[in-house]
């Protein structure tokens, strides 16, 4: 089993910039895919980003590529989103997720562990 637990969600002005954390224990870190994915009111979860296991290589979605970075320290089993110019429609439960199966890192299917979530909420 792998635990983990997403912090630094909060309330930002539009523009502003958020870092999310996800933060791994149990078992050991580095062989694991992350993502981040979120969830908006009333819609179904979405990919957001994703990192291989050993940090080669990032993915983004459409409406955060320029935007966010992922990024991941394996000493620290730690998992990072930053947030950049943010817009309103990046209001949402953010969501962290691993896994260790190969696969399209975009679906939500792929990931076997999931976070609690952070709420981030974008204000005009």
């Known amino acids: 089993q792998v635990q983990l637990v997403e912090s630094g969600g909060g309330l930002v002005q539009a523009g502003g910039s958020l870092r999310l954390s996800c933060a791994a224990s149990?078992?050991?870190?580095?062989?694991?895919?992350m993502g981040w994915f979120r969830q908006a009111s009333g819609k179904e979860r979405e990919f957001v980003a994703a990192?291989?296991?050993?940090?080669?290589?990032?993915y983004y979605a459409d409406a955060v590529k320029g935007r966010f970075t992922i990024s991941r320290d394996n000493a620290q089993n730690t998992v990072l989103l930053q947030m950049d110019s943010l817009k309103l429609e990046d209001t949402a439960v953010y969501y962290c997720?691993?896994?260790?199966?190969?696969?399209?890192?975009?679906?939500?299917?792929?990931?076997?562990?999931w976070g609690q979530g952070t709420q981030v909420t974008v204000s005009s």
């Open positions: 990192i291989i296991s050993t940090g080669r290589n990032t």
């Open positions: 149990g078992r050991t870190f580095s062989p694991y895919h």
């Open positions: 997720a691993g896994t260790r199966q190969p696969g399209l890192l975009s679906a939500v299917r792929v990931y076997d562990y």
